[in-house]
């Protein structure tokens, strides 16, 4: 199988005709200055030089704004500077992010023109109140519409969500879970909503009138979302928002981060946590007080399954008084688990 990279390039806020209260994209992309087709090609090629990989699958990728929401001409100026390298098969592929109610029929076939293969939607949450509290400019309808024009032009869907929205329950972000698995979307992103400097929200936040969830909660949260996607084995390419100099420790002078369930491995604190429930899950089955057990699972789960800094295991000893081995084997599929009894209580 190929190896897949990406070739990130961010389109800061250009573009967005909104200003959704928890967002400063100039924070997030970490970038304010408009992109030319010389930068793109400037990234591409920095790129390629570095990714040693002979056989290897490449993809440009459009992030941090929206990218149909930009004037056709620069959408157009930006796509065709990925050209020439899909010609030359140096570029195998493009994805772009964008709104919901940024993407109509024309805009869909001039994606297609440009070889664009995914597109992926800031849906956020699909409640209607939610969403017009956060000032996203668009409504649960407008996903669905969206997400169905895309997968009939044939582009792989992507969808992102947040966690933490202002007044939004656990309950309603597994209601937009499940209302996403419905529109079948390939590959989704989960974000814990973090309290940016400059935004609405941080203002809110210092007036009190927001609580950000804490990094617990916010695990709790995605955790059961995770479990609904990966039943219906749509892949979660990504938990939490990707670790920048200024996404950074809200305790850290250079951080944007005012507050909010910040972690720089927010990923492996959830599915760690899921592991955590399963192995707990297994022990109780066994009709005995276990003492000692032996856990046996692919190398590729190994570190979920000792948990950052080793806290499954401490909290198995600490909470259910267990000892645990693990050992790798890799004739067991990754995301499953052998459990072998060593030691129990008469
Ligand atoms: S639509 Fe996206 S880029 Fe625009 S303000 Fe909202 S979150 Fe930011």
């Known amino acids: 199988m190929k190896k897949e990279y990406i070739i990130p390039i961010f389109v800061p806020h250009l573009g967005c005709p909104n200003n959704c209260t928890f967002c400063n994209q100039k924070k997030i992309s970490g970038q304010t200055k408009m992109v030319t087709k010389q930068d793109v090609k400037d990234t591409i090629e920095y790129y390629l030089k570095n990714f040693k990989d002979d056989h290897k699958y490449v993809e440009v990728a459009f992030f941090g ?10 959408q157009e100026e930006l796509l065709e500077a990925v050209q020439e390298y899909i010609e030359n098969k140096k570029v195998h592929s493009i994805r772009v992010s964008t709104r919901p109610d940024c993407i109509d029929k024309d805009i869909l076939k001039r994606l297609k023109k ?187 789960n190994v570190n979920n399954i000792i948990g950052h800094k080793k806290e499954n295991i401490t909290k198995l000893k600490e909470v259910y008084d267990v000892d645990v081995i693990i050992e790798k084997d890799d004739n067991i599929k990754p995301g499953k688990f052998e459990m072998e ?6």
């Open 114 to 300: 440009y070889h664009v293969k995914t597109i992926e939607l800031g849906v956020q949450s699909t409640n209607n109140y939610i969403l017009s509290r956060c000032k996203r400019g668009h409504t649960g309808e407008d996903v669905k519409k969206a997400s169905k024009l895309i997968r009939r032009y044939g582009f792989v869907l992507g969808h992102q969500m947040m966690v933490g929205l202002p007044e939004s329950t656990k309950q309603d972000e597994i209601n937009t879970a499940k209302e996403l698995i419905k529109l079948k979307p390939e590959i989704v992103r989960i974000y814990p909503v973090l309290v940016i400097k400059d935004t609405e929200l941080a203002e809110e936040y210092q007036r009190g009138e927001y609580t950000p969830l804490t990094v617990g909660q916010a695990v709790e949260r995605c955790k059961e979302i995770v479990d609904l996607f990966n039943r219906k084995k749509i892949t979660v390419i990504r938990i939490g928002l990707q670790n920048t100099e200024e996404i950074t420790d809200p305790s850290l002078k250079e951080s944007s981060v005012v507050a909010g369930p910040y972690h720089p491995a927010f990923r492996q604190l959830v599915e760690s946590s899921m592991w955590y429930d399963s192995i707990v899950n297994e022990i109780k089955k066994v009709n005995a007080k276990v003492k000692k057990v032996k856990i046996k699972a692919n190398d590729k």
């Open 65 to 74: 704004g929206s990218f149909t929401a930009i004037e056709k001409e620069k």
């Open 341 to 346: 009894i060593l030691e129990s209580y008469e």
